[in-house]
Each structure stands twice: as C-alpha cells, then as structure tokens.
C-alpha cells in the first residue's frame, strides 16, 4: 500500500504554474508537520515548504512570494501551489509526513513527482 500518493509535477514553461497533492493512507495516524522536499541531480534534499501542527509555514528563502503550501486534514491531503516557475526549480518533489500514535513518531516519504521548468 502506498502510504503517500503524490500527483501533479509536469511539464511548464518559465513563470507557469503547477499544484502538487499529496494524499495520505488512512494508515496513517495523527498527522503533525507536513512538508515539500525537493531533489534536483545529486544526492542532497532540499527543503521547500512546511507547514507545522501549530497552522505556521516555512518556507526556502527561494521560494518565498511564489510557493503556498496547505491541507486539508479532512481529506489527509497536503498541496504545494507553485507559481511563477523558474528554471531552478526543476527537481523531484517530494512530500514528507510526521505523525504520531500512542507517544512514537512515524516519518514517511512520497515517491516523488517530477516537475521540469523548461521553455
């Protein structure tokens, strides 16, 4: 069973825009921090976007002005709304999930989404 279902990356021209989901198993407990990763060639993440159990959000100093991260916690569901896309953006996403369930701490990673920034 696939824990986290990732959808969206594609294929957009500079200054496109793109909305990447992220939906949760219902395996999965109560849901803390949720947040964006992404990967560009080589073998470092880099953290895109959070959004803390408190309502707050971080974001990468990149990304600020033009990335928006939300939930809905009824549907267990995390979007990144990406717009005015630039060529540095070009990476593997991935969607990240902290959890918790009678005091432990589950982490779990998406498979990952493509997106290219390309004209």
């Known amino acids: 069973q696939v824990q986290l279902a990732e959808s969206g990356g594609g294929l957009v021209q500079p200054g496109g825009s793109l909305r990447l989901s992220c939906a949760a198993s219902e395996t999965i407990g109560s849901i803390n921090t949720m947040a964006w990763y992404r990967q560009a060639p080589g073998p470092e993440r880099e953290l895109v976007a959070v959004s803390n159990s408190d309502g707050s959000t971080n974001y990468a100093d990149s990304v600020k002005g033009r990335f928006t991260i939300s939930r809905d916690n009824a549907k267990k569901t995390v979007y990144l709304q990406m717009n005015s896309l630039k060529a540095e953006d070009t990476a593997v996403y991935y969607c990240?999930?902290?959890?918790?369930?009678?005091?432990?701490?589950?982490?779990?990673w998406g498979q990952g989404t493509q997106v290219t920034v390309s004209s």
């Open positions: 990240y999930v902290k959890s918790n369930w009678m005091w432990r701490t589950y982490e779990y």
